[in-house]
């Protein structure tokens, strides 16, 4: 070939020119380190699903709804590993972009990461993260920065993440249903478009999609934390507030539309399809995320309503018809935010009842698996990734439940929904520590204890490689020596 290559005759041929990518990706391929490509390769977009349940967990603990110190104490260390775990898959993500690029092609990473359905809809869970961590940021400037000079340079970091936030929020739900709108894209699955209709309705339409939805939700809730606090109105001006509120009660009502018109298309292939397998079950729980941040984000809009008329719309006399509506306004949005917390709440129980029958309906099931000469069983009570689906929705429902009580608690006793609020925030903390601990115990312990195994076995091997090279040499001397 490379004598035809510099051949006159052949130089033009198409044969010769085809060749020519498949050479420069082959030396793109031997241009990259192999541990690097290794790394790269363990990126997993669902690893954000980590940051999602870590993330809620120290806001949860900061303000519980029964305040300690301690909790807030131990939220330090909790929020410490979910920036951790951001920081480590935010890397792990560029370094597997870099060598998708460099040994691939972009349209093969496009496909494989955004179009492939095992893959794009857990990138619906980084804005979520994110915004978790934007909470707690959030909550640390206005109750533990004494400095005010420094808290409002915090603020306005605060709001740039935020728009950022929204930003990827907005190209998740919008730019990664598009590309599943657009067209089918099994790479393992060869057969025409009857049969990927067939695939796609049998196999795909769960409950995972709805991450891509998501988060606008919580991107609402979490501009509606800090839009009407004292440090934001010292920050910025009223316009920007006005701005913010409206961003966000647009993004409510979208995401809210979206998300049930997902949740028909669930049920449907509930009734068809029937429960999810076992492996699977855990994504059942999804469906409480967007209930309990709709509930929390739409509380939160109300008020911030209510907080903004009263700030900046102050009534003298209740007599006019501007100090009517100036009154009354405010409370139509609040009885709103009540009534559809309260339906938004109700379905979030419902969902929870239905995971856990579901959960328990597996309680005697077994799958065996052979790998090699190994059959290993699998129950339901053991451990895999797909336990982080609890963690994050049932931190939202704590904040749904226990703000139904912090919003409304003081014109009507709802004292129920503080402790269902502090019952969802216990179990979403344990279950986050447990799903770390397992985390740790299958994915991370193994790796380390090969590798050290296979540094002793390396080493072992060169200390016996050193003896038997220092025997030779004695037998050596020792027969030149006789000689």
């Keep these: 070939m490379q004598y035809l290559r510099c051949c006159p005759l052949f130089r033009g041929c198409s044969f010769i020119k085809a060749e020519r990518p498949q050479i420069k990706r082959q030396s793109a391929i031997a241009m990259v380190p192999e541990w690097l490509n290794e790394l790269a390769h363990t990126f997993d977009p669902f690893y954000y699903v980590m940051v999602m349940g870590t993330g809620i967990s120290p806001n949860l603990l900061?303000?519980?709804?029964?305040?300690?110190?301690?909790?807030?104490?131990?939220?330090?260390?909790m929020f410490a590993v979910a920036c951790l775990i951001f920081l480590y898959t935010h890397l792990l993500q560029l370094?597997?972009?870099?060598?998708?690029?460099?040994?691939?092609?972009?349209?093969?990473?496009?496909?494989?990461?955004?179009?492939?359905?095992?893959?794009?809809?857990?990138?619906?869970?980084?804005?979520?993260?994110?915004?978790?961590?934007?909470?707690?940021?959030?909550?640390l400037a206005i109750n533990k920065v004494k400095n005010p000079a420094v808290a409002r340079r915090l603020m306005r970091l605060i709001y740039?993440?935020?728009?950022?936030?929204?930003?990827?929020?907005?190209?998740?739900?919008?730019?990664?249903?598009?590309?599943?709108?657009?067209?089918?894209?099994?790479?393992?699955?060869?057969?025409?478009?009857?049969?990927?209709?067939?695939?796609?309705?049998?196999?795909?339409?769960?409950?995972?999609?709805?991450?891509?939805?998501?988060?606008l939700v919580v991107a609402v809730s979490s501009g509606g934390v800090f839009t009407m606090t004292d440090l934001f109105s010292a920050t910025f001006n009223r316009n920007i507030q006005l701005m913010t509120m409206v961003v966000t009660a647009l993004m409510w009502l979208h995401a809210v539309i979206f998300v049930f018109i997902l949740i028909v298309i669930y049920l449907w292939n509930l009734y068809v399809n029937k429960i999810p397998t076992m492996a699977k079950v855990f994504t059942m729980f999804l469906l409480l995320g967007p209930m309990g941040q709709a509930s929390f984000g739409v509380m939160l809009i109300c008020d911030n309503v209510k907080l903004y008329t009263e700030k900046y719309y102050q009534v003298s006399e209740l007599t006019t018809d501007y100090g009517i509506l100036a009154i009354s306004v405010p409370w139509?949005?609040?009885?709103?935010?009540?009534?559809?917390?309260?339906?938004?709440?109700?379905?979030?129980?419902?969902?929870?009842?239905?995971?856990?029958?579901?959960?328990?309906?597996?309680?005697?099931?077994?799958?065996?698996?052979?790998?090699?000469?190994?059959?290993?069983?699998?129950?339901?009570?053991?451990?895999?990734?797909?336990?982080?689906?609890?963690?994050?929705?049932?931190?939202?429902m704590s904040l749904g439940s226990f703000h139904i009580y912090s919003f409304y608690g003081q014109y009507v006793p709802l004292s129920a929904f503080r402790v269902i609020g502090a019952i969802y925030a216990v179990v979403c903390v344990v279950w986050c520590l447990i799903c770390l601990l397992g985390t740790l115990w299958v994915s991370v312990f193994p790796i380390v204890i090969g590798r050290y195994r296979k540094h002793r076995y390396q080493r072992s091997t060169k200390m016996t490689d050193h003896s038997e090279d220092a025997r030779t040499s004695e037998t050596f001397s020792d027969w030149t020596v006789q000689n």
């Design 62 to 77: 900061f303000s519980f709804p029964y305040e300690g110190k301690w909790l807030q104490r131990c939220s330090y260390p």
């Design 95 to 139: 370094i597997n972009m870099y060598v998708y690029l460099r040994t691939q092609s972009f349209k093969k990473y496009l496909d494989d990461s955004f179009r492939d359905l095992r893959q794009n809809v857990f990138w619906g869970a980084y804005p979520m993260g994110f915004a978790t961590i934007i909470n707690y940021i959030v909550g």
């Design 160 to 215: 740039v993440f935020w728009w950022y936030d929204v930003f990827v929020s907005l190209l998740c739900a919008w730019g990664i249903s598009f590309l599943i709108f657009q067209k089918h894209y099994y790479p393992d699955f060869t057969c025409d478009e009857k049969g990927l209709r067939r695939k796609m309705v049998n196999e795909n339409l769960n409950s995972t999609l709805i991450l891509l939805v998501v988060p």
């Design 332 to 396: 139509c949005f609040k009885i709103f935010g009540l009534l559809s917390a309260l339906a938004l709440l109700s379905m979030g129980y419902f969902f929870t009842v239905l995971g856990l029958m579901a959960l328990s309906s597996y309680y005697n099931t077994k799958i065996c698996t052979v790998q090699g000469n190994e059959t290993k069983i699998q129950r339901i009570y053991h451990y895999h990734k797909g336990w982080f689906s609890m963690t994050f929705p049932m931190g939202t």
